[in-house]
């Protein structure tokens, strides 16, 4: 399976958004009272954060590994299944997104 741009598939489910002419209030509705957010914002901030994770994690074993005397294993070991349940559902969501995509894709007109 070739790899895809994630960036070239939000850009091409917007055109499709404007094209159906559907209401702007519909589908970029504001999630929190006067925060305005869309999907690739959410999406976006969401990576960042497991991607933070990740580093803490790796941060964490590195200094207990080192034997810090900060370094405590029960927070190393939470840290590590938090970035690792993470990562798990980050990639959940980027395959049902592909899957999503795929679908909408194969639908004739």
């Given at each position: 399976m070739s790899s895809i741009d994630i960036t070239n598939l939000l850009n091409q489910m917007h055109q499709m958004k404007v094209q159906s002419r559907f209401p702007e209030t519909a589908v970029?509705?504001?999630?929190?009272?006067?925060?305005?957010?869309?999907f690739a914002g959410v999406f976006?901030?969401?990576?960042?954060?497991?991607?933070?994770q990740?580093?803490?994690?790796?941060?964490?074993?590195?200094?207990?590994?080192?034997?810090?005397?900060?370094?405590d294993l029960a927070r190393?070991?939470?840290?590590?299944?938090?970035?690792?349940?993470?990562?798990?559902?980050?990639?959940?969501?980027?395959?049902?997104?592909?899957d999503a995509y795929n679908t909408i894709m194969n639908m004739s007109v």
């Open positions: 970029g509705a504001p999630a929190v009272a006067g925060n305005p957010s869309d976006r901030r969401s990576l960042a954060a497991v991607g933070n990740q580093m803490e994690a790796g941060q964490l074993a590195a200094s207990f590994e080192r034997g810090d005397p900060g370094a190393t070991m939470i840290a590590v299944q938090k970035a690792d349940l993470s990562l798990r559902t980050a990639v959940a969501v980027q395959s049902k997104l592909v």
